[in-house]
């Protein structure tokens, strides 16, 4: 089983702990890989379209963000965190997911998606948990991941691990080994059921893309889109 961790932030605080407390059971059942942003992906997208035009491996970050989809489209089971930051994911998780807008579905989707399994992990001091996962799951839901796990916390306390009531770490750290438990019950051999929000939103690209292609036929994406073969029968989540 291959694991691909997505921190939004390299700081080891409450959030670097829910984690770790998360992926213990794991660690002797999975290879694991790490992602710390801003270190694994420094660069902002500067909105050159290069990669919707020309081609993601032109990107001028490439180096960075190719690494982060072979971990993507490589992983049984992908996992997110990040604390909020007025009210959403942190700038550093944001410009990840920027990068990877050529994903989106109304461009070139990864059929490997459609199958994948994801986790997203956030905490906040009072409010904006829920926001912050949101930021991730619009990507995640895009990208044609159906099944996505959120696990949110509110500290209503303190930001420091050490200084949140003992009751409250206990109860947090039950509820992360649950879920745990809950993702390592999963057959991963099988792929992830495509819920029907998820197909809806392909249908709906796939009559932009035949439109595009009538006007355009040379145009990027929906050349992809046909040699994928999603333009006539063939469909990512039965591949």
């Known amino acids: 089983m291959k694991i691909a961790v997505f921190n939004g932030t390299e700081k080891k605080g409450v959030t670097y702990r829910l984690k770790e407390i998360f992926l213990e059971k794991f660690r002797d059942k999975a290879e694991i890989t790490e992602f710390y942003f801003p270190r694994d992906c420094p660069g902002f997208c500067m909105g050159c379209i290069t990669c919707f035009g020309k081609g993601e491996k032109l990107c001028k970050d490439a180096q960075y963000v190719q690494k982060i989809e072979e971990a993507l489209l490589g992983s049984d089971l992908l996992v997110f965190t990040s604390p909020a930051y007025v009210f959403h994911a ?104 495509t819920k029907l929000s998820t197909k809806a939103k392909f249908y709906a690209v796939r009559m932009m893309q035949t439109e595009l292609g009538k006007q355009n036929p040379e145009y990027t994406d929906y050349r992809y889109w046909k040699e994928k073969g999603w333009l006539g029968k063939i469909r990512p989540w039965k591949q």
């Open 90 to 193: 942190t700038g550093a998780m944001k410009a990840m997911l920027d990068h990877l807008g050529y994903r989106w579905m109304p461009h070139r989707p990864a059929g490997e998606m459609f199958g994948k399994r994801a986790v997203v992990i956030t905490q906040c001091l009072g409010a904006g948990g829920t926001s912050a996962a949101k930021d991730i799951r619009d990507s995640l839901s895009w990208w044609g991941v159906s099944s996505i796990r959120t696990i949110s916390f509110r500290l209503m306390s303190d930001v420091k691990w050490d200084n949140i009531p003992e009751k409250k770490r206990r109860a947090m750290e039950a509820k992360l080994r649950r879920n745990a438990d809950r993702m390592l019950a999963v057959d991963y051999s099988r792929r992830a059921h």
